[in-house]
């Protein structure tokens, strides 16, 4: 019944689109943090079984950068851009001049922002659009936060783990008293404040809080179209730990398919079916725990990062010696990227370097290829991933492909993404609502066209592919 519902729901709509150049009164963009594309199908009874029955789903869609981390990917979602637009290569970013690697949303004199972010997103250029537009962005990460609320945002919030409260940061001004006020009335208690990230209950405050956000700011009351990002992160959390397949990662699922049903429901109620557009995806996937029947059965292995760095680095000083200036030739690593201490070499050698150094790389049984980031062939796998994803003065000297089914990682236990391969880089792609005809379809999409889809919704001039099978009009 409610299908039949929807579909007349969506020929009235597709009337009214036509009749006159309306606008949903809010756009809401829910990306889960860590979820596959198979998950989707798991437990869809409620909130995801409505984006797939009611809403345009995209089967085969995908993120088409590397490395498919959470900064990258909701970059991605945000701006509809690639990280060579964007600039954002990967959670963190290695600093030439001060030698250290710190998150890509982190100032130390600033504190915490979209400093680095190089392109506008959805928000901005709704606010830039529409000066009445409020445009607010909450998740249980920093970064999710950020990089998809942008720099014009009016309220940007995350989860802290030290507090158990959501924060802001003197970015985006002072934390509004309604804020504060829903901080006293969800308190966590101090033994619980970290461990709650891998638990449903993360993901329960952030709609909650996103609930409070729509009532108090009055989201969707007007006409000018209003934007809400929610980033529910307890999938990834949890992930990193559990991997796709064990019966905690059922839990979470079925409490996410609840929750996003509630929260839809909601929104139903308060803004009204008709009036708002609301979007569905991830930043990413995850590789199978490699101890786990579904990774043996695929071949996944667990290596360590640091034995290849070590590797590397003790390869190149049995050829070269030790550098003239700092301690390592390998000065940054950030994988796929690899920083190297070129410094230390005549600009006619430091080529020479590099390429040597993608060789050591590329003999390895755990790499496809390694190349210089500015001569990565053509026919290399993949290589037009790389390609959009190499912003200039951020990417590493070299960058590399590792095997399919290779966890390159620091730690003995859990698992997690970053390859390009499906089992990372496959994600759902969903719209539900205002502007929207409900329909499967089974051509590829990327993540960057939803940002392009919502601004056309919303009256906002972005540039870029849109899912155009999914609107009405």
Do not use: C
């Not at 920093?142 to 995350?158: C, E, F, P």
């Not at 980033?231 to 079925?254: E, N």
């Not at 509630?262 to 996937?285: C, E, I, M, P, Q």
């Not at 089974?442 to 919704?457: H, N, S």
């Amino acid at each position: 019944m409610r299908i039949l519902s929807a579909i007349v729901l969506t020929l009235l709509l597709g009337a009214r689109v036509d009749a006159a150049d309306t606008k949903p009164k809010l756009g809401v963009v829910l990306v889960v943090d860590q979820m596959r594309a198979d998950y989707m199908e798991r437990f869809a009874d409620h909130g995801l079984g409505r984006f797939m029955k009611e809403g345009a789903y995209y089967e085969n869609a995908r993120h088409e950068h590397i490395p498919t981390y959470t900064a990258v990917g909701h970059s991605a979602i945000s701006t509809g851009r690639y990280p060579k637009d964007h600039g954002i290569v990967g959670n963190d970013i290695y600093d030439r001049k001060t030698g250290k690697t710190v998150p890509f949303v982190k100032d130390e004199e600033l504190g915490k922002g979209p400093f680095r972010l190089n392109a506008a997103t959805l928000g901005d250029e709704l606010k830039k659009t529409s000066a009445k537009s409020v445009v607010v962005s909450i998740s249980g990460k920093d970064r999710s936060a950020i990089l998809m609320g942008g720099k014009k945002a009016d309220v940007v919030l995350w989860y802290s783990k030290k507090t158990g409260q959501f924060k802001s940061s003197s970015f985006y001004g002072k934390l509004p008293e309604w804020v504060e006020a829903w901080n006293a009335e969800n308190k966590i208690s101090k033994d619980r404040r970290k461990s709650v990230r891998k638990h449903p209950h993360l993901d329960q405050l952030t709609l909650s809080l996103a609930r409070r956000a729509v009532e108090v700011m009055d989201l969707g009351e007007d006409d000018a179209p209003d934007l809400l990002f929610v980033g529910l992160s307890a999938t990834d959390y949890l992930g990193h730990k559990v991997g796709p397949y064990d019966p905690l990662m059922d839990t979470q699922l079925k409490s996410l398919d609840r929750e996003l049903g509630s929260f839809l429901d909601y929104l139903d109620r308060k803004v009204g079916a008709n009036s708002y557009t609301a979007a569905l995806s991830s930043d990413h996937g995850v590789l199978p725990l490699p101890e786990s029947p579904e990774g043996k059965a695929m071949g996944a292995r667990r290596v360590s990062s640091k034995d290849i760095r070590r590797y590397l680095e003790s390869s190149l000083q049995t050829e070269y010696g030790m550098p003239t200036s700092g301690k390592e030739w390998v000065s940054g690593w950030n994988p796929p990227h690899v920083y190297l201490n070129l410094n230390s070499l005549k600009r006619s050698k430091r080529k020479k370097l590099v390429r040597r150094a993608a060789d050591l790389l590329t003999v390895r049984d755990e790499f496809v290829w390694a190349h210089p980031v500015n001569s990565i062939p053509s026919k290399a796998e993949y290589a037009e991933y790389f390609r959009r994803s190499l912003p200039k003065g951020r990417a590493g000297d070299i960058a590399f492909l590792v095997k399919p089914g290779v966890l390159l990682t620091n730690y003995p236990k859990g698992t997690s993404h970053g390859t390009p391969y499906d089992y990372d880089s496959r994600v759902p792609i969903a719209l539900l609502g205002f502007g929207v005809k409900p329909a499967r379809h089974g051509r590829e999409a990327t993540a960057v066209e939803i940002a392009p889809t919502l601004g056309r919704l919303l009256g906002v001039k972005f540039k870029g592919q849109i899912l155009k099978e999914a609107l009405v009009r």
